[in-house]
């Protein structure tokens, strides 16, 4: 239940980790010139806005549910139709955004095989498993963070 201990702990932590990827996805473009036009750009513009839907949907997750679930437990528990129907779309848009990202670093030959597991963890950021931003935000730190961020201190 969205009320416990818990559950809201893991939705901050969630919110955060989608915090911190959309302000570093922000900055990217800055040093990464091959997503400021044409494909990469377009690539960023759905990355980023998958992660900001998603980062929205966690931010009602911990700042509306709970005080929903006082007034009325059964939306919260059976869902409300609209807002299942909009994380689904949200984490769709994330996960295409992102699988597009790495491959316009991959096509620009900035990112190897991690390009690929960030491939791989936008795939799993649309599934239906718990905690599906978890691989992707371990992805995005290695293939962006780490990666880059080496090549471009080299």
């Keep these: 239940m969205v009320t416990n201990g818990l559950g809201i702990a893991s939705n901050v932590a969630a919110l955060a980790a ?84 790495a491959i316009s670093l991959l096509r620009a030959k900035l990112i190897g095989v991690s390009g690929w597991f960030l491939i791989l963890a936008s795939v799993i950021a649309i599934s239906p498993a718990p905690m599906r931003y978890l691989p992707l935000a371990i992805a995005v730190t290695v293939a962006c963070g780490f990666r880059l961020g080496r090549r471009r201190s080299a």
């Excluded at 040093?31 to 839907?53: D, K, M, P, S, Y």
């Excluded at 939306?75 to 779309?89: E, L, Y």
């Design 18 to 101: 989608l915090i911190a990827m959309a302000v570093g996805l922000a900055a990217l473009p800055a040093q990464v010139q091959a997503l400021r036009h044409g494909f990469g750009r377009l690539a960023w513009i759905v990355g980023e806005l998958g992660t900001i839907l998603v980062a929205g949907g966690y931010w009602s997750s911990v700042f509306v549910q709970p005080g929903l679930a006082h007034v009325d437990p059964r939306a919260v528990s059976d869902g409300i139709a609209s807002v299942t129907a909009g994380f689904v779309v949200s984490y769709m848009v994330m996960g295409l955004g992102w699988a597009l990202i």
